[in-house]
Nanobody, 124 residues
Framework: VQLQASGGGLAQAGGSLRLSCAASGGTFSRSSMGWFRQPPGKERQFVAAITWNGGVTDYADSVKGRFTISRDNAVNTVYLQMNSLKPEDTAVYYC??????????????????WGQGTQVTVSS
């Protein structure tokens, strides 16, 4: 499975960005997906996750109400819509997949495949 993240960039505080993660080489519709981020000098942390059909989603407390995860199985892509961005959202964002399609997991160790990361920088 290959995951290609895109859509990062520079935004002002209060602005929006949408990240995309295109999957290939596997069965995307049988995977649950997650977004993680790694701020400078910190460990990678959970942001959001979604089950195979989008029926269940979960978010880190720090992004609830501002970020929305979604997926389109027809084009093998998962999205992260980020609104009301804050400087503390600055990080490299990674998408990840796991072969269990039905459950949400927040630990990096429980994901099988990772994308290369896309940088998000939010200025104050």
């Amino acid at each position: 499975v290959q995951l290609q993240a895109s859509g990062g960039g520079l935004a002002q505080a209060g602005g929006s960005l949408r990240l995309s993660c295109a999957a290939s080489g596997g069965t995307f519709s049988r995977s649950s997906m997650g977004w993680f981020r790694q701020p400078p000098g910190k460990e990678r942390q959970f942001v959001a996750a979604i089950t195979w059909n989008g029926g269940v989603t979960d978010y880190a407390d720090s992004v609830k109400g501002r970020f929305t995860i979604s997926r389109d199985n027809a084009v093998n892509t998962v999205y992260l819509q980020m609104n009301s961005l804050k400087p503390e959202d600055t990080a490299v964002y990674y998408c990840a997949s796991r072969s269990d399609p039905f459950s949400i997991r927040k630990s990096t160790a429980q994901y099988n495949y990772w994308g290369q990361g896309t940088q998000v920088t939010v200025s104050s």
